[in-house]
Each structure stands twice: as C-alpha cells, then as structure tokens.
C-alpha cells in the first residue's frame, strides 16, 4: 500500500498531465509482443463498481466472488477496506481471469484499472497538488503497446473503453472516500466499517438487510424506489451510497420514519440481515 501512494505522488507531482483532447498513441491485442504481460503480478484495487459488473459477469453472489478473487490489505493508516484483486498461485502471479491466447475472459466487465489503462486519471481532493481533474499516460517499460501509431485522444479513449457507466459510480465512490469528515481526522468503529463493506461491496448482504431486518419499519423508502434496488444491483449500489452518506456521516439522504427516530439516536445499525 506504501509503494503505491509514493506511486500516486510521484504521478500526480511529476507526470505531464493531459486534457480530454490531448493526444497519445497506443494499440493492445495479441498482435503486439507484450500481451498479458500487464495482468501479472500487479496490484489492482477494486471500485464498488468494479465488483458488482464482475461477479455479474462470473455469475457468483457477490459474498462469493469477494471471498474467492480478494484480499483486503490492512494498514493502520487506512480508514477505509479496499479490496484487491487476488492473482493465482503460479510462479507468474497472473490474474484468475486470462486466458494466455485469448487476453481477459471478463473484458466486457474488465475493472477500471484495466479499462483505462494505460490512460489514469487524477480528481480535485485527491492529494493537497491536485486542483483539478486530469490525465497522465503510464508508460511502463514492458508495455509495447506505445511504439504503435493509432492516434487518440483523451476522450475518444475512455469512450472506445465504456468508462461513462464507471466514471459514474467513481464520483459517488469519492463522495465517501474523500468525505470532509476523514479530513477532520474521523475515525469509523468497527461496526461502521462493516456498514461500508456491505452496503458498497457486498450487495447481496446489503439487500438481504434491507428487505430481511426492520430496516424498512424504521426507514422511509418509495416504493418505486424499493422495487428499483430490490430488482437491480446498480440501482441497490446508488442506494448504498446514500446509506452510507447518512448512516457514516450524517448527510440527510434517508428520511427516518417518526415512530423509529428516538430509536435511531445514538444506534448504530449493523447489516446483520436479521429481524432486529
């Protein structure tokens, strides 16, 4: 975790930034020599989003799929869990999800990391140098795929790559992460760390909770809306967020109901999934 923040501080201080109609020049497939080569050994840290198209895609239930294909590192300087990606056993380390000929057997629901690559990207809040949202091209030694001269710009990059749905849910994401109150030295108890983790990662716990405990009795949700996330994961995810905006920090996003608001003071409700 150390190396990749001194990573993202030498990027966002050192490397030339780009606007949406910059231009670089990049190709990736099996024609070029270095093919896969970028889906070993590498540290790829997984959005909500991320998870959600990717058990979709592998069709497993979202306990499942975090269970088998991540690890959470943990740091005493973290506030918050993220997980990553866990490559297989072979001297290679390679990720689960390549095929040797073929490339990514997930593509369609590739992570970010690998969608945008080799394009990044950098956002207002991030560190105290960044002030606006740029790009930077990550340029690594074994990738060949820069001495091709199929020209894009920044824009036409990220469209040809589906990031609009991603980029979507990343801005959600940072409403949390980069939240005000981490900045005023915030600390979560445990209890609200799982919050997080269920509501944002682990859907299928997450909807089990809302419809399978008291949730509903002491919260009010639209029926409309209730049969949105009861029927469909990314909008139960768009839910999660504006759980975890009130439950974690106290943005008046979930209307209680009167009945249930002398209980609500002072608890913290846990996503146990049971009739509490």
């Given at each position: 975790?150390?190396?990749?923040?001194?990573?993202?501080?030498?990027?966002?201080?050192?490397?030339?930034?780009?606007?949406?109609?910059?231009?670089?020049?990049?190709?990736?497939?099996?024609?070029?020599?270095?093919?896969?080569?970028?889906?070993?050994?590498?540290?790829?840290?997984?959005?909500?989003?991320?998870?959600?198209?990717?058990?979709?895609?592998?069709?497993?239930?979202?306990?499942?799929?975090?269970?088998?294909?991540?690890?959470?590192?943990?740091?005493?300087?973290?506030?918050?869990?993220?997980?990553?990606?866990?490559?297989?056993?072979?001297?290679?380390?390679?990720?689960?999800?390549?095929?040797?000929?073929?490339?990514?057997?997930?593509?369609?629901?590739?992570?970010?990391?690998?969608?945008?690559?080799?394009?990044?990207?950098?956002?207002?809040?991030?560190?105290?140098?960044?002030?606006?949202?740029?790009?930077?091209?990550?340029?690594?030694?074994?990738?060949?795929?820069?001495?091709?001269?199929?020209?894009?710009?920044?824009?036409?990059?990220?469209?040809?790559?589906?990031?609009?749905?991603?980029?979507?849910?990343?801005?959600?994401?940072?409403?949390?992460?980069?939240?005000?109150?981490?900045?005023?030295?915030?600390?979560l108890a445990p209890q609200q760390i799982d919050m997080y983790w269920t509501a944002l990662y682990d859907l299928d716990k997450f909807r089990r909770f809302i419809f399978e405990s008291s949730f509903l009795k002491r919260f009010e949700v639209d029926d409309d809306e209730l049969d949105r996330i009861k029927n469909d994961d990314e909008e139960l995810l768009?839910?999660?967020?504006?759980?975890?905006?009130?439950?974690?920090?106290?943005?008046?996003?979930?209307?209680?109901?009167?009945?249930?608001?002398?209980?609500?003071?002072?608890?913290?409700?846990?996503?146990?999934?049971?009739?509490?």
């Amino acid at each position: 975790m150390k190396e990749l923040e001194n990573l993202k501080e030498k990027i966002l201080k050192e490397y030339p930034r780009f606007g949406l109609q910059d231009k670089f020049c990049f190709e990736c497939g099996p024609h070029v020599s270095c093919f896969n080569e970028c889906c070993s050994d590498v540290n790829i840290f997984l959005t909500p989003y991320d998870v959600l198209r990717m058990r979709k895609a592998l069709n497993l239930d979202s306990t499942t799929f975090l269970s088998k294909y991540t690890i959470v590192p943990i740091e005493k300087s973290q506030k918050l869990p993220v997980p990553l990606m866990k490559m297989d056993d072979s001297e290679r380390k390679q990720c689960h999800f390549v095929d040797n000929e073929k490339g990514c057997t997930i593509y369609g629901d590739r992570p970010w990391p690998c969608r945008i690559y080799p394009v990044g990207s950098a956002s207002p809040g991030e560190t105290e140098v960044t002030q606006e949202q740029f790009y930077f091209l990550m340029e690594e030694e074994h990738c060949k795929g820069h001495e091709y001269s199929t020209e894009w710009t920044i824009e036409e990059w990220l469209k040809d790559q589906g990031t609009e749905p991603y980029a979507e849910f990343g801005e959600l994401f940072k409403r949390v992460t980069l939240n005000p109150g981490f900045a005023a030295g915030k600390d979560l108890a445990p209890q609200q760390i799982d919050m997080y983790w269920t509501a944002l990662y682990d859907l299928d716990k997450f909807r089990r909770f809302i419809f399978e405990s008291s949730f509903l009795k002491r919260f009010e949700v639209d029926d409309d809306e209730l049969d949105r996330i009861k029927n469909d994961d990314e909008e139960l995810l768009r839910f999660g967020f504006k759980w975890i905006l009130f439950s974690l920090f106290g943005e008046k996003r979930i209307k209680v109901k009167p009945e249930a608001e002398k209980w609500i003071k002072g608890k913290d409700v846990k996503p146990t999934g049971k009739n509490d």
